[in-house]
């Protein structure tokens, strides 16, 4: 009498520890998605803070540093007495007094050749970016670029205007687009067009940022406007219904 052939215990083991793997495998990279970008903000801003700790601290008397009095390193005392400054000089340079020394000192840099060219262009990029009229950009837009059916994400800033609107032939309404680079979108490219051949979007500035430096990869949601209709529904004809 021959005997059965011995069958292995457990014959779906190997599954159940494969479907064991894939949920721990799973559930790793979900509490990764989780982390990472908690961990590298929280990480930034602590750095950033130790940064501005570095360079303001060094300059603050020490009566006035707590350091002295409690015997800890506080991070983020270094950026407290940065904004207080800040808005003192803001205060200042608002006054007459103020304004007469601020006119003076650049009266004063505008002597020095080569500090002249670097003061100038950081004042005009500082006032370009803090500045709170006309300086932000407008809408985001598609164009047409670098050639005929191919499409870009650029942003209007403002309406073209001085020589270049004077300029440029044809009498059209030229619009000034910064088109930006991927994933790095504070380089890029100025065009002016004519807001004939600018497709504005819906999508906020914040939300097509997001596209730019994602390279595509974060598509906000589509929202359409009440009242409004999506392109594709009227090339297919099924608007309204």
Same mark, same amino acid.
């Given at each position: 009498?021959?005997?059965?052939?011995?069958?292995?215990?457990?014959?779906?083991?190997?599954?159940?520890? %494969?479907?064991?793997?894939?949920?721990?495998?799973?559930?790793?990279?979900? *509490? !990764?998605? +989780? /982390?990472?970008? &908690?961990?590298? @903000?929280?990480?930034?801003?602590?750095?950033?803070?130790?940064?501005?700790?570095?360079?303001?601290?060094?300059?603050?008397?020490? %009566?006035?540093?707590?350091?002295?009095?409690?015997?800890?390193?506080?991070? *983020? !005392?270094? +950026? /407290?007495?940065? &904004?207080?400054? @800040?808005?003192?000089?803001?205060?200042?340079?608002?006054?007459?007094?103020?304004?007469?020394?601020?006119?003076?000192?650049?009266?004063?840099?505008?002597?020095?050749?080569?500090?002249?060219?670097?003061?100038? *262009?950081?004042?005009? /990029?500082?006032?370009?970016?803090?500045?709170?009229?006309?300086?932000s950009?407008?809408?985001?837009?598609?164009?047409?670029?670098?050639?005929?059916?191919?499409?870009a994400?650029?942003?209007?800033?403002?309406?073209?205007?001085?020589?270049?609107?004077?300029r440029l032939?044809?009498?059209?309404?030229?619009?000034?687009?910064?088109?930006?680079t991927?994933?790095n979108?504070?380089?890029?490219?100025?065009?002016?067009?004519?807001?004939?051949?600018?497709?504005?979007?819906?999508?906020?500035?914040?939300?097509?940022?997001?596209?730019?430096?994602?390279?595509?990869?974060?598509?906000?949601?589509?929202?359409?406007?009440?009242?409004?209709?999506?392109?594709?529904?009227?090339?297919?004809?099924?608007?309204?219904?």
């Amino acid at each position: 009498m021959t005997r059965p052939p011995i069958l292995p215990p457990y014959p779906d083991e190997p599954p159940r520890r %494969r479907r064991l793997i894939g949920i721990l495998r799973n559930n790793f990279i979900a *509490g !990764v998605v +989780v /982390i990472a970008p &908690i961990g590298l @903000t929280v990480w930034l801003i602590w750095t950033l803070v130790g940064w501005i700790d570095g360079w303001v601290l060094p300059f603050v008397p020490n %009566r006035f540093n707590p350091e002295q009095y409690i015997g800890i390193n506080l991070r *983020g !005392v270094g +950026v /407290i007495f940065f &904004i207080l400054f @800040t808005f003192l000089v803001g205060a200042l340079a608002k006054g007459f007094v103020g304004r007469s020394l601020l006119r003076m000192g650049e009266s004063l840099v505008a002597r020095m050749p080569v500090v002249r060219s670097v003061y100038s *262009g950081l004042k005009q /990029i500082a006032e370009t970016v803090f500045a709170q009229s006309e300086t932000s950009f407008d809408q985001a837009c598609l164009i047409e670029y670098p050639r005929k059916g191919l499409w870009a994400l650029a942003f209007i800033s403002t309406s073209a205007k001085g020589e270049v609107a004077r300029r440029l032939p044809g009498g059209e309404d030229i619009v000034t687009v910064f088109l930006p680079t991927t994933p790095n979108p504070t380089s890029g490219f100025l065009l002016f067009l004519p807001r004939s051949e600018v497709t504005v979007l819906d999508m906020s500035v914040e939300d097509a940022a997001k596209l730019v430096i994602s390279a595509g990869l974060v598509t906000p949601p589509d929202h359409l406007r009440p009242g409004s209709v999506d392109a594709s529904a009227l090339r297919t004809g099924t608007a309204g219904r």
